[in-house]
């Protein structure tokens, strides 16, 4: 059998493993790891020599919230750039439906609130436009209209995982702008859960209760600690 054709071949690297780090060199073909060990060098692949540095596999970070403060598109072209920069090949973006359509508002109110089915194909649009890495979608779920629609998010988009703020409280101006504009009750959680359930779907729980947050923020402002551990113990 003639040995594997790769088209690069990483060489003096310790590669992270399931069993430890391991001092070996790393075959990649089509974009995919093909074999760890001591490798032929094809004539026309590509030699990089990792110097002894560690080599990871692709990482993927699961929570990130792009379209908050500029328009979607914008921070996915920024912030997927950023991400393969520091390693990261997939991205997992927990958005909203206020934030995913075009034009970009500053400040939502509830009528911005609309159906994910209304905002996921220009969101894809633009992530094959602009992003540098593989981006995945989490939705958060705001309305009854959300909750129900979770079956067909799934089966009609490839959404598998859904987040609930559980905590309710009034929207702010921060809230607003960061495109959450209205209280999501319990209620709507339930029906969400459900769904999500049924679909073998995964649910993602903001469990911050910023009721319960602001009281011990105020216990801390007292107690004249100002440090990262305060903000901890505070949050």
Known sequence: MPPPVFDTVIVNGRLVTPAGLVGAELGIRAGKIAAIGQLPHPPGATILDAQGHTVLPGLVDPHTHPGNYRSFEEEIAS???????????????????????????PYTDSDDVVSYHKVFPPAVAAIQRSASVDVALTPIIMSDEHAREIPEYRREHGITSFKFFVVGHAPTPWSRRIGMPVVVDEGTIFLGLRQVAAVGGLAMIHAENRQAGRILHEDLKASGRGDLAAWEAGS
């Open 79 to 105: 912030e997927t750039l950023s991400a393969a920069a520091g390693g990261v090949t997939t991205l997992i973006g927990t958005v909203k439906s206020t934030r995913l359509g075009s034009p970009y508002k």
